[in-house]
């Protein structure tokens, strides 16, 4: 913590730690991009093969005043693969607060485990106890189909009992109550030592605000679907999907695009529950191929931010979409037995389908355009055993859609 009487600042530093590709970048970009400008500084991300941020992120963001003089925020990343160790010990040195991201997905957990460890470590060289600092936990990925129950993930980490909040990083939703929840702390925490301010007890004598109901826009079986969750996949799948760029902050749906949005998002919750019972996941390195598959496309990392940029999305938004997809792709092929003969393309069947599309092609011929055709028509395909798969779980499943939510 820094305090600058003359300009009546106090600094402090909070500190994104956790596994390797768990969300903590994403963290940060959300928050820099809800922020308003005159609330924030630039951010600084350096990345590396290894790992997205090889530093550390730098936004200062005030969040409120103690004793007359401002307060402000330093956040910082972590890179957090192993072999960064030494730079983790640094970034983490005087810190005020700790948000430990954490993966929710099963085949994370030693991951997890192995980082909670790793901070615990570095904190006790600086003689910090990881249950005396403010510490948050972040129950990240939690739209993933392997994401344990928080119930489970609390048993396993949580042996402190910190402050936990649950997130879907990717989409936002979770990221800036788990900045205000680390920054409370660290506020009741300055507060409690200084002279004349009111104690903690006197604080939370103050009438509390009160929680806000969540809505619900559907349900799906056992899930629910909030509208806010709604409202962030739908900007999403905006972004993703534009024709054109840049795209719009946040979009205006109609009612009628709400509505099909809904249907498509209902659709990828029902195939996520039917993986979870097959239990079909997708692995890591199958994730890491997808996506080293798209940024193949460009040419140098400054293209590639480029992109993500004018779409206004991450990485990991490409991740989890890489992540639906192998999840898809799997199950179609283990319920589809005849998937091979249902999938086979003729030269005949492919002329036809150019034909019959033309304005797709520009107007090129067939040969000069076979292979995007072929290319078209495996996700034509593809997009008719959806809807026939769809169509099956939707006949034993109980859904229940609230419009006038949306």
């Known amino acids: 913590m820094q305090i600058n009487y003359a300009k009546k600042e106090i600094?402090?530093?909070?500190?994104?730690?956790?596994?390797?590709m768990s969300g903590k970048t994403t963290n940060l970009e959300v928050i820099h991009q809800k922020v308003p400008d005159e609330n924030k500084g630039e951010m600084t991300s350096i990345a590396t093969e290894g790992d997205r941020t090889l530093f550390f992120d730098f936004l200062p963001l005030d969040?409120?005043?103690?004793?007359?003089?401002?307060?402000?925020?330093?956040?910082?990343?972590?890179?957090?693969?192993?072999?960064?160790a030494s730079t983790r010990k640094l970034v983490l040195q005087g810190a005020d607060a700790v948000i430990f991201v954490a993966d929710s997905q099963a085949e994370k957990m030693p991951e997890n485990i192995e980082?909670?460890?790793?901070?615990?470590?570095?904190?006790?060289?600086?003689?910090?106890?990881?249950?005396?600092?403010?510490?948050?936990?972040?129950?990240?990925?939690?739209?993933?189909?392997?994401?344990?129950?928080?119930e489970e993930?609390?048993?396993?980490?949580?042996?402190?009992?910190?402050?936990?909040?649950?997130?879907?990083?990717?989409?936002?939703?979770?990221?800036?109550?788990?900045l205000k929840t680390?920054?409370?702390?660290?506020?009741?925490?300055?507060?409690?030592?200084?002279?004349?301010?009111?104690?903690?007890?006197?604080?939370?004598?103050?009438?509390?605000?009160?929680?806000?109901?969540?809505?619900?826009?559907?349900?799906?079986?056992?899930?629910?679907?909030?509208?806010?969750?709604?409202?962030?996949?739908?900007?999403?799948?905006?972004?993703?999907?534009?024709k054109s760029v840049p795209v719009e902050d946040f979009k205006k749906f109609t009612l009628e695009e709400k509505k099909k949005l809904l249907e498509s998002l209902i659709n990828y919750v029902l195939i996520l529950q039917d993986a979870k019972k097959r239990n079909i996941k997708a692995s890591k390195e199958e994730v890491d191929k997808q996506v080293a598959a798209f940024v193949k496309r460009f040419n140098s990392q400054e293209k590639l931010d480029e992109f993500l940029q004018s779409r206004k999305i991450s990485l990991d938004n490409l991740r989890n979409e890489g992540t639906k997809n192998i999840i898809i792709g799997k199950l179609i092929a283990q319920v589809i037995p005849d998937l091979g003969e249902r999938t086979k393309i003729t030269e005949?069947?492919?002329?036809?389908?150019?034909?019959?599309?033309?304005?797709?092609?520009?107007?090129?011929?067939?040969?000069?355009?076979k292979n995007e055709a072929l290319a078209a028509y495996k996700n034509h395909m593809k997009r008719a055993l959806l809807e026939e798969f769809y169509g099956k779980l939707r006949e034993q499943a109980r859904i229940e859609i609230f419009q006038d939510k949306l």
């Open 63 to 84: 969040l409120g005043r103690v004793r007359g003089m401002t307060t402000k925020f330093q956040l910082y990343t972590v890179p957090g693969q192993i072999y960064y």
């Open 348 to 369: 005949h069947d492919l002329r036809a389908f150019h034909e019959s599309n033309a304005a797709l092609f520009g107007g090129k011929s067939f040969d000069q355009t």
């Open 182 to 242: 680390a920054a409370s702390l660290v506020l009741d925490r300055l507060n409690a030592k200084t002279p004349g301010a009111p104690p903690p007890a006197a604080a939370a004598a103050a009438p509390a605000e009160e929680k806000k109901q969540e809505v619900y826009v559907s349900r799906v079986n056992h899930d629910q679907i909030s509208r806010s969750y709604f409202n962030q996949y739908c900007q999403l799948q905006y972004r993703i999907n534009a």
């Open 115 to 150: 980082s909670l460890k790793d901070l615990q470590d570095n904190l006790a060289e600086y003689g910090i106890k990881i249950d005396e600092i403010p510490l948050v936990l972040q129950w990240n990925k939690r739209d993933l189909p392997s994401a344990l129950p928080v």
């Open 11 to 20: 600094s402090c530093k909070l500190v994104y730690y956790g596994p390797g």
């Open 153 to 178: 993930l609390d048993a396993k980490i949580n042996w402190m009992k910190a402050s936990t909040v649950e997130a879907i990083a990717a989409t936002g939703e979770g990221v800036l109550p788990t």
